[in-house]
């Protein structure tokens, strides 16, 4: 893009107005606006692009103030490709939804030599060659994204959405500084043009965000994936600049030609390796120096399989390579399906796997009773991170697998993200490894263990083992039910441990002069945990019912249930066959729903809670409950783009509507985000459920 003389010249002219700031606090002329402005793009180009800066940090923030202070002055000499114009204004709540110019189609997947051959001979078959040239280039695991420009100028951007729509995100996209503002297409003869990509947060923009997290006490992002996901959705673009994302552009999809611009021969517009060419050379970080160009199979799977073995020296993560055609007039002529391009495939990575020695089974209590053994294992890194630890699930798992203590054991993250066994290696044993014996006793209160018929699990029935106490008040002061803020996992173990705390009511009537001399508890922190414990009792009743930890009430049908009644203590009277009545209450749940209320001790624990000032009424009957979307049924399913989940059944719930936990006749609206799976499938078949997207539900909500 920038010759030796060019970059030569720049630089010149970069020493130059370095010299002059210190003289002059702002310019005055378009064409000294111009070349600074062109200045700026040049270092931008080497930094992000590139990644070899001529300039540091200090000196290209004193000429982009220099130009911002002189764009503020005189807002004539501001022009859309201005390095100043990336900082756009706060968004509102709602991004538009707008059409791609080309469907963005998913790509059809392959995980072997033999699926990659296969898609060899069908490609032969619709061309009628013999031998085909492919590109290939990594498959980036980050956010799609559409580009729009004319003439040269940057003036839409959009998320993948359902491929036919997605959200416009324009100001976010201009925070990306390897994404140009301006491009010269025209100098190829182009005029309008829509080039595709994939938004990513490299491993070290991760971990250094993280950083900055850590230190303002708010919680690290999951992974790099989600985290450039979620940051295309901001409603803030000062919040997008933060993350340092990048991004690489990797196919022209649709452009329009100057009929009378004899650049709108190029060659480099007649295969998809040259495309990348033309992104590069037009500033753009393309795959260019990642992508290969080959003729046959045998070279893309060779190319592939080295590739897939260098994956994790690479700056940013990749979960597969993509392999097209590299003849625009063949991928035209092999054409497309309803649901991905022929002419494209791409080839997945194997979950990454590594041995490890299983050194022993520690079985942990869960909160209602489920014995879970957990597999101690030799530390082993895999995929960033180091696990030592992976749940075997069920004594069914273990013989399923053919475990024993002291086997090698092939591990795998499933998706890059869970930890699993794969198998054990019987071949390796040396005669020394041991059974696994599940135990008979509860290992924390030596209860007799007992299993359902229907069921995998063993289960401590003993409601006052300590290790379901500990963990039933860990769930009631967690943040999805009653929210108790300082009053974290670890508290609730070192209160119970000292004796401060024996059971969920215990909570409300804590010795605060006992914990006052604890490390670590100052005033403060004790003013702060005893106003979080205070507002709980203000919480609504759904959220006591979820945090009580009834076995199978989600959040969901905790909010059916407090819907359901005046009083939490109606449900004494209430048989299994009238709970059944219930939305999305089926045999299973009413059965534990009318345990769980014809246990004294768990009626005595209820009665004290309401003496101690909780709300077991249901207010919202008492006050007539009412809104505009009162009768309406909603469902979620897929990423929402502009709300979290639980913020759009809130809002839902806010005016009125009811929320479900599946498909039925008895649901109204199925509000579809990206990615959408089964439930979209099902809801199609059933006629009066109206399918909508999230902006048509937030429309629903602001006309009521």
Not at 122 to 135: H, P, Q, V
Request: charged content about 25%.
């Amino acid at each position: 893009m920038y010759s030796s003389g060019l970059t030569q010249q720049l630089q010149s002219a970069t020493s130059h107005w370095l010299s002059k700031i210190i003289q002059q606090s702002f310019i005055d002329t378009p064409e000294e606006c111009q070349q600074l402005r062109k200045i700026l793009q040049f270092h931008e180009y080497r930094y992000y692009i590139l990644n070899e800066p001529l300039v540091s940090d200090y000196e290209y923030d004193q000429l982009y103030k220099l130009l911002q202070r002189s764009e503020e002055k005189n807002p004539l000499l501001i022009t859309p490709d201005s390095p100043t114009q990336r900082v756009g204004s706060s968004l509102n709540s709602q991004f538009t939804t707008v059409s791609h110019l080309v469907p963005m189609l998913s790509l059809d997947n392959s995980y072997n030599a033999d699926d990659l051959t296969d898609f060899d001979r069908k490609a032969r078959e619709l061309t009628g060659l013999d031998e085909i040239e492919y590109c290939i280039e990594p498959k980036f695991d980050g956010a799609s994204i559409s580009l729009i420009y004319e003439q040269d100028q940057l003036v839409r951007a959009a998320t993948r959405g359902d491929g036919v729509e997605g959200e416009e995100i324009t100001n976010n996209i201009k925070q990306i500084r390897s994404i140009p503002l301006s491009a010269s297409f025209s100098s190829f003869g182009i005029q309008q043009v829509e080039i595709r990509g994939e938004v990513i947060m490299s491993k070290s923009s991760f971990d250094q965000y993280n950083q900055l997290q850590a230190s303002r006490n708010l919680p690290p992002l999951a992974n790099p994936r989600n985290a450039a996901s979620g940051s295309l959705r901001m409603k803030d673009p000062k919040d997008v600049a933060e993350r340092g994302l990048d991004a690489f552009l990797y196919h022209i999809s649709f452009y329009t030609k100057e009929s009378n611009n004899p650049a709108a021969a190029s060659p480099l517009l007649d295969t998809h390796g040259g495309n990348l060419s033309l992104l590069w050379e037009l500033g753009f970080r393309s795959p260019e120096k990642e992508k290969k160009v080959v003729k046959g199979i045998q070279g893309v799977i060779d190319y592939c399989t080295a590739f897939e073995a260098g994956r994790d020296d690479l700056p940013y993560e990749i979960d597969g390579m993509v392999v097209k055609v590299n003849d625009l007039h063949l991928q035209e002529k092999m054409g497309m399906t309803s649901h991905h391009p022929r002419w494209a495939i791409a080839f997945k990575f194997k979950a990454r796997q590594a041995t490890t020695k299983l050194r022993g089974i520690e079985f942990q209590v869960g909160r209602t009773g489920a014995v879970t053994p957990v597999a101690k294992l030799d530390p082993v890194y895999l995929g960033g991170v180091t696990v030592s630890s992976i749940s075997v699930h069920n004594e069914e798992y273990i013989k399923e697998k053919d475990l024993k203590i002291g086997d090698t054991v092939l591990i795998e993250r499933a998706g890059d993200v869970i930890p699993q066994i794969v198998k054990s290696m019987p071949e390796l044993r040396t005669g020394t490894e041991e059974n696994i014996l599940f135990p008979k006793n509860c290992p924390v209160c030596s209860s007799l263990l007992f299993k359902e018929e229907t069921e995998a699990v063993w289960r401590c029935i003993n409601i006052e083992c300590e290790a379901q106490v500990v963990e039933r008040i860990i769930h009631f002061v967690s943040k999805d039910a009653m929210d108790i803020k300082s009053f974290g996992e670890a508290n609730v173990r070192k209160f119970y441990e000292l004796g401060l705390l024996k059971d969920i009511p215990g909570i409300y009537t804590l010795d605060f002069d006992k914990i006052g001399v604890l490390e670590g508890f100052g005033k403060k922190s004790l003013d702060n945990l005893r106003t979080a414990i205070e507002a709980s009792k203000q919480q609504p009743l759904y959220r006591l019912i979820y945090g009580l930890g009834i076995r199978f009430v989600g959040e969901t049908t905790a909010k059916t249930l407090a819907n359901a009644v005046e009083h939490l203590l109606d449900y004494q009277t209430k048989t299994e066959e009238e709970l059944q009545q219930l939305e999305d209450v089926g045999i299973k749940v009413a059965k534990s729903i009318y345990q769980f209320f014809s246990n004294d001790q768990n009626i005595q624990m209820l009665k004290q809670l309401e003496s101690l000032g909780l709300q077991l009424k249901n207010t919202k009957k008492e006050n007539g409950g009412s809104g505009s979307l009162q009768g309406q049924t909603f469902l979620f399913t897929g990423t929402l783009t502009q709300l979290k989940r639980s913020e759009a059944e809130a809002m839902a719930e806010a005016h009125g509507g009811q929320i479900l936990s599946g498909v039925s006749n008895k649901l109204n609206y199925l509000v579809v985000g990206e990615d959408a799976g089964s439930k979209l499938e099902k809801a199609k078949k059933i006629n009066s459920i109206k399918i909508i997207s999230e902006a048509e539900f937030l429309q629903l909500v602001a006309a009521q």
